[in-house]
């Protein structure tokens, strides 16, 4: 099956740094990802949608100038949370798919925990 | 508000009998219905799909029904083995919403004991 890797699977970091976040889509192009946060014990949220060469499509509640968001390639989506704080302190998960409408071929990476100091 | 909603945070099944994982939605117009398995620190991954037009479909030891006019899916396992301990997650989606982005329940934990 499709793989989608995610750098790094952890990350510590002092409260007001920015934190960058790389999805990749290894043997697959992706002309959409998904970028979404799990607090514990809780749902997946959708954060944003991006695909390749356009800006992202936040959710509702969703701070773009805090939450930056590029797919400069078809393999490759990147997410920066800027000026990071405690309460971005989350599991952050992305997804990439093979087309812009088929929903069921979204693959996952394995996530990322970031820990905001 | 919750589109997607499992109520049932965990669920504990002997190994060998059937597992049953439940799903309710409230936006009639979801037209496809995935389940995904995940294990802690890792990404989900896919299980099993169905799409509106179905009310069953089964992959090996996993079906998944769907019934319509009560807004409800379930995902059965049968029969369940250790190795399915994992926390499900059903999720939604809508070909007329923003290109079926995936709308996700709260999860259910299950634990399958030998």
Known sequence: GAVVSQHPSRVICKSGTSVKIECRSLDFQATTMFWYRQFPKQSLMLMATSNEGSKATYEQGVEKDKFLINHASLTLSTLTVTSAHPEDSSFYICSASTVTVSYNEQFFGPGTRLTVL | ?114
Request: aromatic share 12%; glycine share 8%; proline share 5%.
């Open chain 2, 1 to 114: 508000d919750q589109q997607v909603k499992q109520n049932s945070p965990s669920l504990s099944v002997q190994e060998g009998r059937i597992s049953i994982l439940n799903c309710d939605y409230t936006n009639s117009m979801f037209d496809y219905f995935l389940w995904y398995k995940k294990y802690p620190a890792e990404g989900p991954t896919f299980l099993i799909s169905i799409s509106s037009i179905k009310d069953k479909n089964e992959d090996g030891r996993f079906t998944v029904f769907l019934n319509k006019s009560a807004k409800h899916l379930s995902l059965h396992i049968v029969p369940s083995q250790p190795g399915d301990s994992a926390v499900y997650f059903c999720a939604a989606a809508s070909i007329y919403n923003q290109g079926g982005k995936l709308i996700f329940g709260q999860g259910t934990e299950l634990s399958v004991k030998p």
